[in-house]
């Protein structure tokens, strides 16, 4: 039997493939939408948050100011996006997810649903309930590191 570390090792090992197959897919589908990567993921991000202010989005993405706004330009002028001032602070900008922008991600999140769907199709059903519990369990203690 492997040691605790050398459990943990190769779980970091199966997590970064994971982590590069996801990114792959996501290149994919930002591809197929004709928007970059880093706008892809902005959406997605308006999508899960709901409206977020520049600042907020600058921290989800971890880039600088200029460069949020660059990408917010972008999605605004395609539609996917609106920026909304506060009333009460003018300098607080929100951007918020249009309908456009909502339909993507919709069909993004259902055709990797359906992906994983087929995949999981070939697993018992108990060893799908433990494995979705330990990576639920295991994400909540990693956040919270």
């Known amino acids: 039997m492997l040691e605790n ?7 970091d090992s199966l997590l970064q493939r994971l982590s590069v197959l996801t990114h792959r897919q ?4 930002a591809e197929e939408i004709g928007i970059s990567r880093q706008q892809f993921d902005v959406l997605c991000i308006i999508y899960e948050k709901g409206q977020i202010t520049m600042g907020e989005l600058c921290k989800e993405i971890s880039s600088a100011c200029s460069t949020a706004t660059d990408l917010a330009d972008k999605l605004e002028r ?14 607080v900008v929100r951007l918020n997810i249009l309908p456009k922008g909502e339909k993507i991600i919709k ?3 259902e055709q990797r649903a359906e992906r ?28 919270r590191l």
């Open 5 to 11: 570390r050398d459990l943990a090792g190769h779980l």
């Open 26 to 29: 996501k290149n994919q589908f």
């Open 78 to 91: 395609a539609g996917y996006v609106e920026r909304i001032r506060e009333k009460r602070d003018r300098r």
């Open 107 to 109: 069909a993004v999140v």
């Open 116 to 143: 994983l769907s087929s995949i999981m199709n070939s697993f018992e059903e108990e060893d799908l309930k433990n494995t979705i519990s330990f990576l639920e369990t295991l994400t909540d203690k990693l956040e």
